[in-house]
């Protein structure tokens, strides 16, 4: 239908993230991030284990069909860019009892 798409993965070596989220202790930090349409989230784990960044609820069937991260390794990072204003909810596939957050697109 050509609209565009609500987020795109980006090269983070490429781009400077408007905001920052770090994944350590089962945690996202902030669980909340508002940003601009058009800019750009970098998610960094810095936990001893293993991460994802997946869209959606663990409970919805389109559960990462907006996005979702490859297995993040300690020190990886992922961006995404944010071209439609919404909420986009996520949780890590991983850990998805414990781990949420929200990105506030306006």
Same mark, same amino acid.
């Given at each position: 239908?050509? #609209?565009? +798409?609500? #987020? %795109? #993965?980006?090269?983070?070596?490429? &781009?400077? +993230?408007?905001? $920052?989220?770090?994944? @350590? $202790?089962?945690?996202?930090? +902030?669980?909340? %991030? $508002?940003?601009? &349409? *058009?800019?750009?989230?970098?998610?960094?784990?810095?936990? *001893? @284990?293993?991460?994802? =960044? !997946?869209?959606?609820?663990?409970?919805?069937?389109?559960?990462?069909?907006?996005?979702?991260?490859? !297995?993040?390794?300690? $020190?990886?990072?992922?961006?995404?860019?944010?071209?439609? +204003?919404?909420?986009?909810?996520?949780?890590?596939?991983?850990? #998805?009892?414990?781990? %949420?957050? =929200? &990105?506030? =697109?306006?």
């Amino acid at each position: 239908d050509g #609209a565009m +798409p609500l #987020a %795109t #993965a980006v090269d983070c070596s490429m &781009v400077s +993230p408007n905001a $920052s989220v770090e994944i @350590k $202790s089962l945690a996202f930090t +902030p669980a909340t %991030t $508002s940003i601009g &349409v *058009g800019q750009i989230v970098r998610w960094t784990n810095t936990d *001893g @284990k293993g991460h994802f =960044v !997946t869209s959606g609820h663990q409970s919805e069937a389109s559960a990462g069909l907006l996005f979702e991260s490859p !297995t993040l390794a300690v $020190s990886a990072t992922y961006c995404l860019r944010f071209d439609q +204003p919404g909420i986009y909810d996520y949780y890590c596939r991983a850990h #998805a009892g414990s781990k %949420t957050g =929200v &990105v506030k =697109v306006q």
